[in-house]
């Protein structure tokens, strides 16, 4: 999630872009691409006519038949890529706001009754922020609050957008807005 930041003495919002990043655009035209092609070798399997290329080795049973299966597949794979980036599924803001002693974190999710995600929390309430640094295959980072009472509240998920000195740069520009102390990395 890319985030865009503005912030006074008293007040900070934290845009979230959420699911229209870059990479999903080119994940959702890609799908449907390689799915396309997928369906339109199968149904030339099916029809004996070569469209856009050779079809004449493929029978329709099974080679054909499991094409326009991978290719109907792929096709839903990216319309529901593009709904989640038309929709802007997990985009929304993260507001603090020391004048009225409120934080307020909204994000979109998809169609229905709970499509608007909004938490809202006094800031008095807040232990600390915490980091939680993942290495490996997937490596992530994810900056919590910690509140009183409640689970770890998630600000963001960042998937190898940020490095290390990065991430916490800005766990200190908010704790040190919050006036909370930061847990989580030796």
């Not at 000195?165 to 040190?176: C, D, F, S, V």
């Amino acid at each position: 999630m890319k985030i865009q930041s503005s912030q006074s003495q008293t007040f900070r919002l934290e845009s979230i872009i959420g699911s229209r990043k870059l990479i999903n655009y080119f994940w959702a035209f890609s799908i449907f691409l390689g799915a396309f092609g997928f369906l339109i070798a199968g149904i030339s399997s099916y029809l004996k006519k070569n469209v856009f290329f050779s079809t004449e080795n493929i029978l329709f049973i099974p080679q054909g038949a499991v094409m326009c299966f991978y290719g109907i597949a792929g096709i839903f794979l990216s319309f529901y890529l593009w709904f989640t980036i038309i929709l802007g599924v997990g985009s929304g803001f993260n507001e603090f706001n020391k004048n009225e002693g409120i934080i307020r974190i909204f994000r979109w999710g998809f169609p229905g009754k709970n499509r608007r995600i909004k938490i809202s929390f006094f800031i008095k309430d807040i232990k600390s922020i915490r980091i939680d640094v993942r290495d490996g295959i997937y490596p992530r980072s994810i900056l919590y609050l910690k509140i009183r009472g409640m689970p770890d509240i998630p600000l963001d998920l960042t998937e190898n957008k940020f490095n290390l000195n990065e991430i916490e740069k800005r766990a200190t520009e908010l704790a040190y807005f919050l006036r909370v102390p930061i847990e989580g990395l030796e």
